[in-house]
């Protein structure tokens, strides 16, 4: 756009809240933002001078600028983290698409199967996850291998059984393949898993101690040991990760290194440490913590359901429009 016309723009602005597109020559949007003023924020990318090195490259590529107004700042938050996930900007800062995390599933089959998988999902298929690398994921697998034995072979190689595999013979797999497991049994193993993989700790411990119970009155002596030896293991993971925290929470952490921000999500749930993400935002090179914090946010949690609370390890100038946001779309009002 000619540079008479922008100014003209510019000097036209409304100064209502509302959220920004900055669009390059061919009409791509390079960069969505939100304010309170429209005008003096929009017109501060066009100051020469104070400008970090990102906003002097983004500069440089503007060409145009589109607004949408909203009655609140909170509206302007939720209308800004959509239109980012929409664009996916080049100068926003954005998270890594979670179709790149590995997911633990849980297949339909006859019997079925655990495994790992990045990309596009199984609509049939039972997901969990995302888990922050391949190598936690691994780990999760092999924990559930040892504890429930339900099989992590391909369809092939399991149809292909006329006897047990190494994995039966080390304890590491039921064999449903040739039966040495009933269907119902088998069914009651993965019903087992998908309650420790949702984190049910206390749910998934009562069936289990149930279950070993039952089978103890019915002299079933040999699924009452391994319904024992599963109670034990998953009683040790349990005493692992105890915390003091008495609440659902998450705890939120970034810490910044030679330009790369990292950001890690403990999740606590009835007073237990369940898990953790990790994430390196995309074009946060240069920001401070804060800032990519506060971009983080909303992006991560609009849509989700929340814990109680947001432990935050850096205080935010945006925290009031942050948490209204979130409890706009969320049951729970987080305290960042």
Known sequence: MQNQ???????????????????????????????????????SYFVKSNQ???????????????????????????LENDLIKQFKP??????????????????NDKHPRLGMYRGKKNKDYHYFGPYPSKHSAR????????????????????????RPCLEYQIGLCSAPCVGKIS????????????????????????????????ASTNLDFEAAAKY?????????????????????????????????????IVFVRSGKQIGNE?????NAKKESCEAVLSAFLPLYYLGKNTPKEIVMSHKLDDKAILESGLSTKLIHKPKI
């Open 52 to 78: 970090d090195e990102k906003t002097q490259l983004l500069q440089k590529k503007i060409d145009d600028f589109l607004i949408i107004i909203t009655k609140t700042e909170t509206q302007a938050l939720l």
């Open 5 to 43: 016309n922008l100014k003209i723009k510019l000097e036209n602005l409304t100064r209502e809240s509302g959220v920004y597109k900055m669009l390059d020559k061919s009409g791509k949007v390079i960069y969505v933002g939100k304010a309170k003023n429209l005008k003096n924020r929009v017109s």
């Open 278 to 282: 990790t994430f390196f935002p995309k």
């Open 139 to 162: 780990d999760a697998l092999d924990l559930l291998k040892k504890i429930f034995k339900v099989r992590q072979c391909s369809n092939s190689f399991y149809r292909a059984r006329s």
């Open 228 to 264: 024992r030896d599963q109670l034990i293991s998953l009683r040790t993971i349990q005493e692992k990760h105890s915390s003091q925290f008495t609440s659902d929470m998450d705890v939120v952490s970034i810490v910044n290194d030679d330009e790369v921000h990292c950001i890690e």
């Open 90 to 107: 080049k100068y926003n800062i954005l998270l890594k698409d979670s179709k790149s995390y590995p997911y633990i599933y849980i297949s």
């Open 183 to 214: 269907d119902e049994r088998y069914e009651q193993d993965v019903e087992l898993v998908s309650l420790f993989l949702n984190g049910k700790s206390i749910k998934l411990l009562n069936q289990v101690s149930k279950k070993m119970k039952s």
